[in-house]
Nanobody, 127 residues
Framework: RVQLVESGGGSVQTGGSLTLSCAASGNTSRTNCMGWFRQAPGKEREGVAA????????YYANFVEGRFTISQDNAKDMVYLQMNNLTPEDSAMYYC????????????????????WGQGTQVIVSS
C-alpha cells in the first residue's frame, strides 16, 4: 500500500513563499496521478494542483493564478508544490494525494478521484 507524508508547511507573511514536499513509499508502481489539495476550517477540501506521474502538463486550480508550481521527482518518489506570493486566503491544511486511476482535466482536481492521502501539513499566511 502507498503511504504519503507531507512536509514543508509553516507560517509566512503575505507575499512569502513555501515549498511543500510529499514523500511516497510502498508500492508506488501503479500510481498514475499525484495531487495537492487544501482545506481551510469550515470549508470543503479543494484541489490545488495535480500531475501525471508519467509526465505531461500539470493541472492547476483557477485560484492558483500562476503562483504555484507542482513538480515531481519520480526517482525519489517525491512531489513538490512551490507556492509563491502567498496570501491569507491560502491558509489551510495542505494534503498530498495519489491515485492509480486514469482521468483528465475533469477530475484531476476532484478529491473523490484520489484514494490515498497524507496526513497534511499546515500553511498559515499572515497579513
Amino acid at each position: 500500500r502507498v503511504q504519503l507524508v507531507e512536509s514543508g508547511g509553516g507560517s509566512v507573511q503575505t507575499g512569502g513563499s513555501l515549498t511543500l514536499s510529499c514523500a511516497a513509499s510502498g508500492n508506488t508502481s501503479r500510481t498514475n496521478c499525484m495531487g495537492w489539495f487544501r482545506q481551510a476550517p469550515g470549508k470543503e477540501r479543494e484541489g490545488v494542483a495535480a500531475i501525471y506521474t508519467g509526465g505531461g502538463d500539470p493541472y492547476y486550480a483557477n485560484f492558483v493564478e500562476g503562483r504555484f508550481t507542482i513538480s515531481q521527482d519520480n526517482a525519489k518518489d517525491m512531489v513538490y508544490l512551490q507556492m509563491n506570493n502567498l496570501t491569507p486566503e491560502d491558509s489551510a491544511m495542505y494534503y498530498c494525494a495519489s491515485t492509480a486511476g486514469h482521468g483528465g482535466s475533469w477530475n484531476f482536481l476532484d478529491p473523490n478521484f484520489y484514494g490515498i492521502w497524507g496526513q497534511g501539513t499546515q500553511v498559515i499566511v499572515s497579513s
